[in-house]
């Protein structure tokens, strides 16, 4: 099992031969969780288990949104997210999300990859108050600031370098 942290939260992965196919460990640090060898233990414990046999997403499931390869969709208590042929699936008030990943998820791009994990993990962690923008910032000297939320490509960048 791979165990994992990012401040008071703890994830573990489970079972491990999927969890290193995955190439998890790269794409989690990439997210600031570091693997630990220490069993989870604190208040905030999320498992995410990984399952080799393929299941579908269920038909009456009601479209929340598209993001490029991705689909956001809910069903009764739970939330899917698909991507191409694999799917992740969070109850919600849950704490544990189940995951199939297709045997082409692991010939996607690194960004792909990184993104299914990023949608998944941030709508898991919803329910604690965590959310994250798509933003640029700014902050004066006299520690005054600007956040800049936008879509990719929108200016955030440069109406921030144009401001400095």
Request: aromatic share 12%; with cysteine; charged share 20%.
């Amino acid at each position: 099992m791979g165990n994992y942290r990012f401040h008071d939260l703890s994830f573990d992965v489970q079972p491990e031969k999927l969890e290193s196919r995955a190439n998890l460990a790269t794409l989690f640090s990439k997210l600031f969780l570091s693997r630990t060898n220490e069993a989870a233990a604190q208040p905030s414990h999320f498992s995410i288990r990984l399952r080799e046999e393929q299941w579908k997403v269920p038909p009456a499931a009601a479209v929340q949104f598209h993001a490029a390869e991705f689909c956001g969709l809910e069903h009764d208590d739970s939330f899917y997210l698909s991507y191409s042929c694999s799917a992740f699936q969070i109850r919600r008030g849950s704490t544990e999300a189940h995951a199939y990943l297709d045997p082409s998820f692991y010939s996607k791009p690194n960004v792909q990859q990184h993104n299914f994990w990023s949608f998944g993990l941030l709508k898991l962690l919803r329910p604690l108050g965590i959310y994250s923008l798509h933003a640029a910032s700014l902050v004066a000297p006299e520690g005054e600031g600007m956040l800049i939320v936008g879509p990719s490509g929108s200016g955030k960048s440069t109406l921030s370098l144009g401001l400095i």
